[in-house]
DNA sequence: ATTTCTTCCGAAACCGGTTTCGGCAAGGGA
DNA sequence: TCCCTTGCCGAAACCGGTTTCGGAAGAAAT
């Protein structure tokens, strides 16, 4: 017997069909091919039409890397996670990232995913990303009023574009929903029901959405001929314990809201404990409607009356607008809107009392607690 | 006046510095400096210092895309997720990335996601990602008891990691968290409390994780001193709508089980809606124990009692695992896992019944119900 | 019949790396 | 002293594309 030479273990992988293949195949050379398939204007139609077939018959599909060491540009999306904020994107993000990577799919591009903290490593993490040509633009989530990634990738002159809007909109793309419309139809959809006395819970000011939903609760309170008290108006509540907090204190106030617009589903949940604790049931006692959408309102009881955003539909825009910027589409023909839905649960109606009763109730509870709690 | 002439817009990005500028700052060609900072053996010590140095000062950084178009590596990882099964991996999503690209950029590596639905489409996706070169190596979530996945990225011979175990491990690499431990433990602690009759809600058997969950469920049992009744055991409920359904039928037997494990969190939120519909007071007069984590199940009332998995954490064990993996270790020395910690909630405590005495509750509470159903 | 444009493609350089090959100089053995 | 290693690096090809440049052939103009 004799042994066998030692073999390399060779990957049996199928060989890729590159464009010097695709050239012999043609009786071309590749540079020929490349500009046949790119659009180059000195090639004649029927070159162009015999090498695209021939491209199609054999397969033929360009190697992103390669292209991407000449032309800098490697068909993919950058998306960068904050992760150091409390939850803010959680219930969303599966749905969005399939949204976004099944509509860049569909255009054979990828996306490239990354998470950093917040302020200057957020910013380094961009850097890198494009640095090391990993995404030819990026799609920016929860913009801040002024946002400074939309600074540096401008600087940069890297395309991108915001999922929501932003205060200076000069030269840049978004896709947005409109939360003030939600905010507005919330207020008069109370209104309705026959509250006038309304609070406003709304999220950090540093998101630019928490001005535009404050907006649009003021266009509904003016709309639905009530006055605005500026007690009954607090923010800041992106969590659950922020809105408790905040319910509590509109509850305490001497003429408390017999309903509250929240900004903020995660908030709104919040508002769910203090009405436990001071014995209000949610709905008839006191009213919510928020914003979102989030699964975990379905599990409150009764289930939250919320405004529900589509982040899958969400996602697949914003890649066909961010596609189209990169492929050099003036940033302000690419500015989409959509509006959220109302999914109705159980947390609004008719109120059950007065502010001045709720008041009653609320003091009656609150006295027995400090009694309970006391020596 | 004379008119400037037009000027291309170029781009002010910083220049990078590349591999020939290197060289040329060191008198040395390009390819003496790939071969230093590769670790070739023909280039000496000293040399190799020299250049490794002045890289540092210089900020060099090797373009991953340049590399891959000779090596076909890109210093990517891959990671495809399925969007066509009932919100299987929502809740964890944002936590597992945050994990994933953590690890992967503290490597210089990042991170490209895809989704697809399930079957064939799954397959083509991660043939995609592999004939791009846009992953270098897979991190597989949710692995099937023999998943397809796995088989494909064998044969093409793609390194990977499993986020989970399989039946047929050989010359796998996997990440997991003991389940069945967990199991085991939600039945001695229902045990502990005094009951005896015990049911087991599982997941899908195609789930690998299903059989692991059983197995554990059973050495509980058995550690337990009590008896398995075979009836108190069903599969198959990956949903909130199965899991309900599952309680039902449980509840509906001779003799009822004063305790159900669930092997999914979803699920188990299931049986609060059964519970409620029969009457039931979860945590007195039904126990539940559970498994996952999510935070659906603070929102149940009571809260849901289950382990917990730290999707964070397994996520930067499977970005370290595969990396190397990708490097060339060897994949059955790549297998670590990590047990799920316990979440106390309000779902599980001593039986208020016996087997008995519960039937008649759900007897009498169904009577109602279809008396009042009747016409 | 020239000359001058166009049209269209080949040749070759280039992008930023990796890898093979060969050769020079120093060292060791005879 | 000569020859053969060995260590170490330069030169050049290569990876899979893109882009610039120039020239041949045909069409149009003179």
Known sequence: MVSAPVQKIRPVRRERVTISHLADALGLTKGTVSRALNGYPDISDGTRQRVRKQAEVMGYRPLAHAQAIRTGRSRALGLVLQTDIPGAQRPFLSEFLAGLTSAASA?????????????????????????????????????????????????????????????????????????????????QRLADHGHTRIGFVNGGLEYNFSHLREEGFRAGMSQAGLTMDPALLIDGAMTMEAGEEAAERLLAQPKPPTAIVYAVDLAALGAYTTASRLGLEIGTDLSIISYDGIPEGNWASPPLTTFQVDSRAAGERLTKLVI????????????????????????????RHTSAQLRQRVLGKTENISQMGGT
């Open 107 to 187: 255009e054979n591009w990828t996306l490239t995913v990354a998470t950093s903290a917040g302020g200057q490593e957020m910013l380094n993490t961009i850097n890198r990303l494009v640095d090391e040509r990993k995404a030819d633009g990026f799609i920016l989530p929860r913009t801040f009023a002024d946002d400074p990634r939309m600074k540096l990738l401008r600087s940069l002159d890297v395309p991108f574009v915001l999922y929501g809007r932003v205060s200076d909109p000069r030269g840049c793309a978004w896709f947005d929903i409109l939360g003030e419309n939600a905010m507005r139809d919330a207020v």
């Open 324 to 351: 189209r910027r990169i492929r050099g589409a003036d940033a302000e023909s690419l500015r989409e809107t959509a509006e959220a839905t109302l999914k109705l649960g159980g947390s609004d109606g008719p109120p």
